[in-house]
């Protein structure tokens, strides 16, 4: 429990002390601002799971950079607006998600219709994947291949890289949409749907 003298201090001179490690100070910010951000995403996406997500990630980040964090407006405005591009993030998510989910289906129906692949020809292009996502930061391939290759959750990821849910989510969006630049979204469901096998 914190002292009642943190429920006294203005966001600043909260920050300030966050900034110098006080987890009692983030903890008196995140009592004061978390329900705020909260009903503003909620209001948006209507899903309390993925809001209280969005809420716990922001606040993540804020703890996390707290030594190199900037906060040129007031510190409910940069919650908010921290909050509204991880709520995007994961719309953006959602909707590529399903995107590929369609895609896939299409494809899976054609195999049943055409002539089966070529194991060499898999490897083929199991190399051509991995020529293409050594362009991307290591980060980002090692989330990649984690979830594709592994076959482990997004949870399980996070758990292991310690980094939020979201930032593996983002991350392999952001490896498939190149991806699908560089190899094309046939190629690209073809190998997504022989990883789920």
């Known amino acids: 429990m914190k002292p009642d003298r943190y429920i006294a201090y203005d966001d600043g001179a909260l920050m300030a002390l966050i900034k110098k490690g006080d987890q009692m100070a983030f903890q008196a910010i995140y009592d004061r601002h978390s329900q705020g951000i909260f009903d503003s995403v909620y209001n948006s996406l209507h899903k309390v799971e993925e809001s209280k997500e969005i809420v716990q990630e922001v606040f993540y980040y804020l703890w ?3 030594g190199v964090i900037k906060i040129n407006s007031s510190l409910k405005r940069y919650l908010l607006v921290s909050a509204r591009h991880a709520m995007l993030n994961v719309i953006r998510s959602e909707k590529a998600r399903k995107a590929y989910a369609a895609d896939l289906a299409l494809f899976s129906a ?11 020809d898999l490897q083929d292009l199991e190399n051509v994947i991995d020529t293409s996502l050594s362009q991307l930061p290591e980060k980002c391939q090692t989330i990649f291949k984690l979830r594709w290759k592994e076959r482990l959750s997004a949870e399980h990821i996070a758990m292991r890289l310690e980094i939020a849910p ?6 392999v969006s952001m490896a498939l949409k190149h991806l699908r630049a560089s190899i094309g979204q046939y190629l690209l469901s073809v190998f997504i749907f022989c990883a789920s096998l």
């Open 166 to 171: 979201h930032t593996v989510e983002n991350n």
């Open 110 to 120: 054609s195999l049943h219709d055409n002539s089966t692949i070529e194991w060499q």
């Open 64 to 66: 996390a950079k707290r």
